[in-house]
């Protein structure tokens, strides 16, 4: 078990981030595909990708890939992996899934089939019918599309956007891992002075502090592999370690959010004191209508309100008026703005210089990208 095949599974647009990302930590054989990125790594490399991962969504060792078009290959598909060189005479292996475009279907019947299937192998190698599960978590997922599956466990347990700096109740219109990517595509220089005019919770600006600090985003949080006996306990304090070492918190970073709700700037201020980037942060309780230029140079990266969140459509298309009239084309300024709206370039009052499709949960958007009035640095 010197290298592992692993995979990553991501939102759709995010695959090249995450590639390149996994790239980063020194992951092998690294290839993206719609939704996912596979890769083949060391146990560093595993504890790596689920500390510093930014756009992924969790890190999935990948036990083996088989056609399933029926149960029966399903069942030997899945039996004929070697389970036991994972999970104890103990472990507690749940099995969860999902199949697309495939024969197979019916998830509850793949569920069954797959703990059926490990069952009988772990039977055969622990010399026992009975398994009591009452050790440490091995969660098990399976993907099935296009009649080809693929079984994994999941190293991260809770997915890698819950960073930690956000109350499990608080509501967000972006999650952490799309925030982060939006950051990453924005490109931002070590003394950047970012701004956000409809901040939220504050993620968008949290993402970008981390980022510019290189600040791993799983540092503060706990993985499901670290209960795991092929883990050692020892790698994860040693990694863990390099990853506090590795952060540069004298940077001249900057960020700047505003929101009319002053709940909302309340909350985005206890969550970046939570992330531990406070000191580089400041919010404040302003209409967008408002927002200035006051500094020579600036980026902006928002996620405006739109849809469900307004409840009328016809007051984000006003808004993004507004917002066309107050991000001034200017040197040393750029903008950069997710939105559903197709006609937003239009309504902006310019053409994007860039724009790329993404999606914010299942909701699919564009990130339009205003840079080229940027006088080079």
């Known amino acids: 078990m010197n290298q592992i095949n692993c995979c990553v599974p991501c939102l759709f647009g995010l695959e090249a981030l995450v590639a390149q990302e996994l790239k980063n930590i020194g992951a092998e054989n690294v290839q993206p595909e719609n939704g996912r990125v596979f890769f083949t790594g060391s146990r560093e490399t595993v504890i790596d990708a689920n500390l510093w ?13 088989f056609p399933a078009r029926t149960f029966d ?37 793949c569920q069954k089939i797959v703990k059926k299937a490990i069952v009988r192998r772990l039977e055969r190698h622990y010399k026992r019918e009975i398994f009591l599960e009452d050790g440490a978590l091995y969660s098990v997922r399976f993907s099935i599309l296009k009649d080809q599956a693929v079984l994994m466990l999941d190293t991260s347990g809770q997915a890698l956007h819950k960073r930690g700096y956000r109350p ?18 924005a490109r931002p220089y070590p003394d950047t002075q970012l701004y956000d005019p409809f ?28 209960h795991w006996e092929s883990f050692p306990r020892a790698l994860w304090m040693e990694r863990r370690k390099a990853a506090r070492e590795a952060a540069k918190p ?5 960020g700047f959010g505003f929101d009319i709700d002053p709940k909302m700037t309340a909350i985005a201020l206890e969550n970046a004191k939570h992330a531990g980037v406070a000191d580089c942060l400041s919010f404040g309780v ?11 140079r600036g980026m902006v990266v928002t996620n405006p309100p739109y849809g469900e969140r307004l409840l009328d459509q016809t007051q ?8 066309g009239k107050v991000f001034e084309k200017r040197p040393g300024w750029r903008y950069y703005v997710i939105a559903p709206e197709k006609d937003f370039e239009r309504l902006f009052g310019r053409p994007a210089d860039k724009r790329r499709k993404l999606y914010n949960g299942t909701l699919e958007c564009n990130y339009f990208q205003y840079f080229k009035a940027e006088r080079a640095k």
Not at 203 to 209: F, S
Not at 286 to 294: A, E, G, I, M, S
């Open 73 to 109: 290959e399903l069942f030997e598909g899945v039996r004929a992996l070697p389970w036991e060189q994972w999970i104890p005479e103990d472990g507690r292996f749940p099995v969860k899934g999902h199949a697309l475009n495939s024969k197979l279907h019916s998830i509850p019947d």
């Open 286 to 296: 302003r209409d967008v209508k408002d927002f200035t230029l006051d500094t020579p």
């Open 250 to 254: 004298d940077v001249p970073f900057r």
């Open 53 to 65: 991962l930014r756009t992924g969504q969790r890190v999935e060792i990948v036990l083996g890939r």
């Open 199 to 226: 901040c939220g919770s504050g993620t968008l600006l949290i993402e970008g502090a981390m980022l510019a600090r290189n600040m791993a985003p799983g540092l503060t949080r706990g993985f499901m592999a670290e």
């Open 316 to 323: 984000a298309r006003e808004l993004y008026k507004v917002m």
């Open 168 to 185: 499990g109740t608080q509501p967000a219109p972006i999650r952490e891992t799309l925030g982060a990517a939006l950051c990453m595509l």
